[in-house]
RNA sequence: CGGGAUGUAGCCUAGUGGCUAAGGCGCCUGCUUUGGGAGCAGGAGACCGAAGGUUCGAGUCCUUCUAUCCCGACCA
């Protein structure tokens, strides 16, 4: 491509309402430009890319059998309400009339139709397993788009479906997923780490996250430091050492008058008691069913956790009013004991090493102390839900866990039969019995892969991209416009370098030097051949790689070749 | 949805209630220049986010609305 021609305006400046390293390069670079909140145009150069991903992406997909379909951005709701979830999905799903009043959504996602378009065309266990994917536009509102294409509510999703006939099999087909995305986000030269990750509302009892380690990630990640135990936050578990305290079961328990005291905080001061001997009571909404999570003074309470050990589809803390009528108290005096009403109390483990604690009395203005929690509470549930910290120890081997911040761009779930039975997606086996199919399903977010990527690869001049993704593999930068022995050897080089099959661009626009170069390091190709007149005259023209900024001399007759391979080596790193 | 901030030309910014809204980048014309975003001269481009209000006079003060961004909550 000839620049000169080229759909492109780079600036010096980045945009005011502009904050990480992706949205500011790729908006100077003339990559991408907001339309309105969270959506964006991709220009050229940014479509260039995005084509590469998706390239990768399906010849990875296309050869483990998965076959490519496209399914509408516009779904009907009636598909939404046989799933049940156009009541649990929430503001997120934008919905909409046509003229005849009926109710539509944009797709975020596509369990529903895929599910529907599976069922009308499988009928027997000889037609299994089926592997089927799309990508596509989605559309999320979500509440606060945020760091360009990183969080946008327009977005390109490659968004795959597994359907097998049972656990087992279906297990092969997400672990063949797993592989694929490895091998995926490594050819396109991404570092990342596979973590065990939370399931949400999606549903399903397993999953794993593919986080591109960056600063800016929004996701913490905890990693061993000796094994490969990798896991999201939300989900990752630590060995903990949870010992019966010696004095258990001895204190008494007693009411006091704490006027005022609602917070954690406030009761420490009052009580001269530390945060950790605290019962911290959270009332939440889960499936609509008022329950109390306890966890320890000190200690976060984990949705996440909480949602999969009850297997439930949302979780909300509770509204005041919630509360009130659960406890017969403000709020800020909740606690195991009394309560008015009869609800299921999930208790944190580790409240078991303790004894002699605090809680609120479910009466305004008192807590009860001496609480022991093994006597006095009676838990529906005993487990871990709080959050794992670096620090703590790996689950799995000696090792201790340390934190990173990623970028998730693909997530693999294991969904079982939660569409299929809710959806009758159903099967004749061999014995011509009927049964749901299980299904999984496969997400990689192109545009955020593309973001991550230049999160991951960066510098103060600008992007650096990984060979396999940019949007051309080299450029063609004659330094001296007006001089035709510059750029005629510089087409020359152009010519020779696109018949060689290299992706090039050629720089002849009417413009000094530095503005071509400061140009070049912005868009960042992998690969600049620098054409000066005076290294003519010795017979020589530069090459310079961007991702480690070496400069190389090399003789006019040597350049192609030494292009050429220089890219096949960067291509394999 | 709570808290905070900001809307002035395609982009970045300046602008005590007072003349025709200023500068840089970018754009157009001409000359000059050509190894790290050149120089000179000339030129085009703004109903100052919108609507009301206060005032002799509003980009500037007040009210409402709207948009965008940040923190939080939320999020396959």
Request: net charge negative.
């Amino acid at each position: 491509m000839r620049l000169s021609r080229y759909f492109l305006r780079t600036y010096k400046e980045a945009p005011r309402d502009a904050q990480t390293p992706s949205h500011i390069l790729m908006h100077r670079a003339g990559m991408i430009q907001k339309l309105t909140s969270g959506i964006y145009n991709y220009l050229p150069l940014a479509w260039k890319t995005i084509k590469k991903i998706e390239a990768i992406i399906r010849e990875e997909l296309d050869r483990r059998d998965c076959q490519e379909v496209l399914m509408p951005a516009v779904q009907p709701s009636d598909l939404w309400e046989e799933s049940g979830r156009w009541n649990y999905y929430g503001p997120e799903l934008l919905r909409f009339k046509d003229r005849k009043n009926a109710d539509y959504c944009l797709g975020p996602t596509h369990e529903e139709v895929i599910t529907d378009m599976v069922r009308r065309n499988i009928n027997s266990y000889k037609q299994l397993p089926v592997n089927l994917y799309q990508i596509q536009t989605k559309f999320r509102d979500e509440i606060r788009p945020r760091f360009g294409l990183m969080r946008g509510r327009e977005f390109i999703m490659k968004d795959a479906y597994s359907f097998d006939t049972d656990d087992e099999e279906s297990k092969k087909s997400y672990q063949k997923m797993y592989e694929a995305y490895t091998d995926i986000f490594t050819r396109c030269g991404l570092r990342f780490k596979a973590v065990d990750a939370a399931t949400g509302a999606i549903g399903g009892d397993m999953s794993h996250e593919f986080q591109v380690l960056a600063e800016t990630g929004e996701d913490e990640i905890l990693s061993c430091s000796k094994c490969k135990y990798a896991a999201n936050v939300e989900k990752a578990v630590t060995v903990r050492d949870i010992k019966k305290p010696a004095d258990a079961g001895k204190c008494e328990v007693s009411e006091v008058h704490t006027p005022g005291a609602k917070t954690i905080d406030e009761i420490t001061d009052f009580l001269k008691k530390s945060a950790d001997h605290m019962i911290k009571t959270l009332i939440y909404l889960i499936d609509d069913e008022p329950v109390a999570v306890l966890v320890r003074g000190d200690l976060e309470a984990n949705e996440a956790k909480v949602q999969s050990s009850l297997g439930a589809s949302a979780v909300f803390p509770a509204d005041e009013e919630t509360v009130k009528n659960v406890t017969g108290a403000e709020v800020g005096f909740a606690g195991p004991l009394n309560l008015k009403e009869d609800i299921k109390i999930l208790v944190d483990e580790q409240l078991y090493a303790y004894t002699d604690m605090v809680c609120g009395a479910n009466k305004t203005d008192y807590h009860l102390t001496g609480i022991d929690p093994e006597r006095d509470i009676k838990p529906f549930k005993v487990g871990d839900f709080t959050f794992a910290h670096p620090g703590e120890k790996c689950p799995h081997c000696e090792g201790t866990l340390e934190s990173y911040r990623g970028i998730e761009v693909g997530q693999v779930f294991f969904l079982g039969d939660k569409y299929s039975k809710a959806m009758n997606c159903n099967y004749l086996d061999r014995n011509g019995k009927e049964k749901p199919i299980v299904m999984g399903c496969y997400g990689i977010g192109v545009g955020r892969t593309m973001a991550a990527a230049v999160e991951q690869n960066h510098d103060e001049y600008g992007i650096k991209w990984p060979a396999a993704i940019a949007p051309f593999e080299a450029v063609v930068l004659p330094l001296q416009s007006n001089k035709e022995e510059v750029m005629d050897l510089a087409e020359k080089f152009y010519s020779e370098l696109q018949a060689a099959g290299i992706d090039t661009a050629i720089d002849d626009r009417k413009e000094r030097a530095g503005f071509k170069m400061n140009d070049a390091d912005l868009i960042g190709y992998p690969l600049q051949l620098i054409i000066g007149a005076k290294m003519i005259e010795q017979g020589l023209v530069e090459i310079k790689e961007r991702s480690t900024g070496e400069k190389r001399e090399v003789k006019i007759e040597d350049a192609v070749n030494e292009i050429t391979s220089n890219l096949a080596k960067l291509k394999n790193q």
